[in-house]
C-alpha cells in the first residue's frame, strides 16, 4: 500500500528545514550508497504511531524582495497542492501574520486540499500563547503551537495530521488495478510514451482525477487489463532556476512513484545516463517498486549489432544499485516496442507477488551456507538457522540468526543472489530482515 505524501510550506525563516529535520529523524541521516538519498534532503520517510508517511519539503527560497517571496511561495504552494495528501503550513509567531501569509493561505484554502496550520518558534506557551489567536484570521483551521527548535507540540501537531490519512488509505484499498508511474527527467518523453499507448490500444479512454491529489492519472484498457499510468511530466510554472525545476520534478517523482506497483524510468537514448537518471531511478529502488528502464528516442541512434550490449552495460553500471531492473529501449514517436512495454510491467507485476515456500527457501539457503561460509568476527561466527518470507510489494524476507552484529551485506547480496539464481524475481528488489533469536531486528 502507498504512503500519504506530507508536505511542508511557509516564507523563509520560519523553520520549515527545522521542522523538517526534527520530523524526519534519523531516518535522512542514514548513509546510503542509493543515489535516490538526495544530498538536499527534498523528502523523508517518517512514521507516527503506526502510521508511515512521506515527508517533503518543498523548497528553499532565498530571494531578494517581498515581491519575489511572494511569488516563490506560490509556486511552492501550487506544487504542495498538486502532490500532497497533507499539507502543513508554517508561520511564525514572532514575526506575527503577514501579507504573504494570508495570500498564500487564500491558495490552500480554494484548493480543498487538508492544511495543517503550525504556528512555529512558541518556545514559551505563557510569552506566545496569545499571540497564537492571531492566525485564526488565516480561516484555515486551528494554529497549531509548536516549536521545531525545542521539540514542542510535535505530538499534536502530526496527531491533526494523521487524522487526515484515513480516507487516502481506504481509497487506495480499494483500487487494486495495475498503477504504473512514468519516471524520468524533464523532456525525455514520458507524455509521448502514454499518448503512444493510447494510440496503439484505440480505446476511448478518460482522464480520471487521481484518487488522492489533482494529479491526472490515465487509464488504459490491455488485453482486457486496466492499467492506471501515472505521469510525473509537465510542472505548472517553468522554474529559470535549473535546480529548482530539478528540486521540483524530483518532489513529483517522490509522490508518483509512491503510488505506484512498477515505475517505469524512461531514459533519453541521445543524452544518455545521467546522474539525474539516477537519482530517480534511486527514489522507486528504495521504496521497493518493480523497476523497469525504458530507453526511448530509440530510433534517433545510429546502430550496429553491439549498440544495444554496449548501451546497456553503460546504463547498468551507472544504475549498478538495482541490477535486478529490466531494460527496454523503445521509440514513443514510432511506437517501436512499445506493445512489449505492457509484457514486461504484467512479469515485474507477478514477480513483486511472487511467494516462495519456506521449505524450498531453507533448502536453497543450507545450501548456500554449505558453499560459502557466513562471515565471522574474533571466533565468533554468523549462523543462519531459518528462512521464511513474510511479505510481496517488494517481497521481503526474515533469516534467523544468531547475532546481527555478525551479519555484512555482501552475505545478504549472496543469499540474494542464490534466491534469484532460483527463482528470477527479475525487475523486483529484495528485502531482507535479520532477527535474532531473542527477539531484535536489523
Not at 142 to 153: K, M, N
Not at 184 to 194: A, C, E, F, L, R
Not at 402 to 430: C, M, P, Q, V
Request: proline share 3%; glycine share 6%; with cysteine.
Amino acid at each position: 500500500m502507498s504512503k500519504p505524501v506530507v508536505a511542508i510550506v511557509g516564507r523563509p525563516n520560519v523553520g520549515k528545514s527545522t521542522l523538517f529535520n526534527v520530523l524526519a529523524g534519523e531516518t535522512i541521516s542514514i548513509v546510503k550508497d542509493t543515489p535516490g538519498v538526495t544530498r538536499d534532503r527534498i523528502y523523508a520517510d517518517c512514521s507516527w504511531l503506526d502510521m508511515n508517511f512521506t515527508l517533503i519539503d518543498t523548497g528553499g527560497i532565498e530571494p531578494d524582495s517581498s515581491d519575489v517571496i511572494l511569488s516563490q511561495m506560490r509556486e511552492q504552494a501550487e506544487i504542495a497542492i498538486a502532490t500532497a495528501d497533507v499539507i502543513v503550513f508554517i508561520v511564525d509567531v514572532r514575526q506575527g501574520l503577514v501579507d504573504a501569509d494570508s495570500k498564500v493561505a487564500d491558495m490552500l484554502r480554494k484548493s480543498k486540499k487538508p492544511v495543517v496550520l503550525a504556528v512555529n518558534k512558541v518556545d514559551s506557551f505563557q510569552k506566545f500563547g496569545n499571540d497564537v489567536y492571531e492566525f485564526y484570521n488565516l480561516g484555515i483551521g486551528d494554529p497549531i503551537p509548536v516549536s521545531a527548535a525545542s521539540r514542542l507540540g510535535l505530538g499534536d501537531l502530526l496527531d491533526e495530521v494523521a487524522k487526515h490519512f484515513g480516507n487516502f488509505q481506504t481509497d487506495d484499498e480499494e483500487d487494486d488495478r495495475p498503477r504504473i508511474a512514468i519516471v524520468g527527467k524533464p523532456n525525455v518523453g514520458k507524455s509521448s510514451i502514454i499518448n503512444q499507448l493510447l494510440g496503439e490500444n484505440r480505446v476511448i479512454v478518460s482522464n480520471i482525477a487521481g484518487t488522492t491529489r489533482d494529479a491526472v492519472d490515465t487509464e488504459i484498457i490491455h488485453d482486457g487489463t486496466e492499467y492506471v499510468f501515472i505521469d510525473t511530466a509537465g510542472l505548472r510554472r517553468k522554474s529559470k532556476i535549473k535546480e529548482e525545476l530539478e528540486r521540483y520534478s524530483i518532489i513529483r517523482t517522490v509522490t508518483a512513484v509512491e503510488r505506484a506497483d512498477v515505475v517505469v524510468v524512461v531514459i533519453d537514448a541521445e543524452e544518455g545516463v545521467t546522474e539525474q537518471d539516477a537519482k530517480i531511478a534511486g527514489i522507486a529502488h528504495e521504496r521497493g517498486k518493480g523497476i523497469i528502464v525504458a530507453v526511448n528516442k530509440w530510433d534517433a541512434i545510429e546502430k550496429n549489432d553491439k549498440t544495444i550490449y554496449e548501451y546497456t552495460k553503460k546504463i547498468k553500471d551507472t544504475l549498478s544499485f538495482m541490477p535486478y531492473a529490466e531494460f527496454i529501449f523503445i521509440s514513443a514517436k514510432t511506437g517501436q516496442r512499445m506493445n512489449k512495454l505492457f509484457e514486461l510491467i504484467d512479469m515485474v507485476r507477478e514477480n513483486q507477488t511472487l511467494r516462495v515456500a519456506t521449505g524450498v527457501l531453507n533448502e536453497i539457503m543450507t545450501e548456500a551456507v554449505a558453499l560459502q561460509q557466513p562471515p565471522s568476527d574474533k571466533g565468533k561466527r554468523l549462523r543462519l538457522y531459518y528462512i521464511t518470507q513474510v511479505a510481496v510489494k517488494p517481497p521481503t524476507f526474515v533469516i534467523f540468526i544468531n547475532d546481527k552484529e555478525l551479519t555484512h551485506f555482501s552475505y545478504t547480496r549472496y543469499i540474494e543472489n542464490k534466491i534469484r539464481d532460483a527463482f528470477g524475481f527479475k525487475g523486483t528488489s529484495l528485502k531482507f530482515i535479520y532477527r535474532e533469536r531473542s527477539g531484535k531486528e536489523q
